[in-house]
């Protein structure tokens, strides 16, 4: 962002370039941080995704289980340890997410 300011000042620095052109600076600025912003955001919406879809898979596990006849307090444990079990799975994804993440803002530059 610090970079995004800078540049954008020297923008506006220019007095010779006409507004359109002192805007078209900027936006050539902005667009690094805006792709920045686009790649973490996206994969962060992935992990988020899958998440979300390993929790529903629980949830379908447990209603399922409810109307086998399961008793209620075991499959609140089942979809309890279930759901812990997306929490562990999904949590040894995050060194390789935020490396892919590195990797990817890094050939920005």
């Known amino acids: 962002q610090g970079a995004m ?4 000042a020297r923008c ?4 010779a ?12 600025c ?3 941080l805006a792709q920045a912003q686009a790649i973490v955001t996206a994969e962060l919406e992935r992990f988020q995704d899958r998440l979300s879809r390993c929790t529903l ?3 379908d ?3 399922d ?10 499959v609140r444990a ?3 340890a279930c759901v812990a079990a997306c929490g562990d799975d999904h949590l040894r994804l995050v060194p390789a997410m935020a490396k892919k993440m590195k990797d990817s803002l890094a050939a920005l530059q």
């Open 5 to 8: 300011f800078r540049c954008s």
């Open 12 to 15: 506006c620095e220019n007095s």
């Open 17 to 28: 370039a006409s507004m359109q052109q002192v805007q078209q600076c900027i936006e050539r």
């Open 30 to 32: 902005h667009a690094p």
């Open 57 to 59: 898979h629980c949830n």
């Open 61 to 63: 596990k447990a209603k």
């Open 65 to 74: 289980a409810l109307e086998a006849g399961g008793g209620e307090a075991r």
């Open 78 to 80: 089942q979809l309890d």
